[in-house]
């Protein structure tokens, strides 16, 4: 496990599940807490009511997505021929770097937003 430094909660995590998938438990987020931010000891409490109430890949269905900057953007497909064909945006098949957070804090950097539920995918 390495952690860079200030890299932030869920670009950890989100490293982590890319490397080593999730086993159904928060087990990165409880580790990231314990290097960094061991008195944030509500962290998997507030994950939950965000909708990551069982696991760490769960932070990415229900409460953290890409931030908007990072997608593609939606688009007209001119492929086909006998249709125009609606490319819908979507999220960057690799994350940039972190952008880092403040030591200490389990805020998610620059690189993520909280997922709307109004977007249809
Ligand atoms: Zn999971
Ligand atoms: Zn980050």
Same mark, same amino acid.
């Given at each position: 496990?390495?952690? +860079?430094?200030?890299?932030?909660?869920?670009?950890?995590?989100?490293?982590?599940? #890319? $490397?080593?998938?999730?086993?159904?438990?928060?087990?990165?987020? +409880?580790?990231?807490?314990?290097?960094?931010? *061991?008195?944030?000891?509500?962290?998997?409490?507030?994950?939950?009511?965000? %909708?990551? !109430?069982?696991? #760490?890949?769960?932070?990415?269905?229900?409460?953290? $997505? &890409?931030? +908007?900057?990072? /997608?593609? =953007?939606?688009? $007209?497909?001119?492929?086909?021929?006998?249709?125009?064909? /609606?490319?819908?945006?979507? &999220? *960057? =098949?690799?994350? &940039? *770097? !972190? $952008?880092?957070?403040? =030591? %200490?804090?389990?805020?998610? !950097?620059?690189? /993520?937003?909280?997922?709307?539920?109004?977007?249809?995918?």
């Amino acid at each position: 496990m390495t952690l +860079s430094d200030g890299e932030c909660l869920v670009c950890f995590v989100a490293r982590q599940l #890319d $490397e080593f998938g999730c086993n159904g438990t928060h087990r990165f987020a +409880s580790l990231y807490r314990d290097h960094v931010a *061991p008195r944030a000891t509500a962290l998997i409490a507030r994950l939950s009511t965000m %909708g990551a !109430c069982c696991c #760490d890949c769960e932070m990415f269905m229900n409460a953290y $997505e &890409p931030a +908007s900057q990072l /997608w593609t =953007r939606a688009h $007209e497909s001119v492929d086909s021929d006998d249709f125009d064909e /609606w490319a819908y945006a979507t &999220p *960057p =098949r690799t994350m &940039p *770097p !972190c $952008e880092t957070t403040r =030591r %200490g804090s389990t805020k998610p !950097c620059a690189n /993520w937003q909280r997922v709307s539920r109004s977007r249809n995918r």
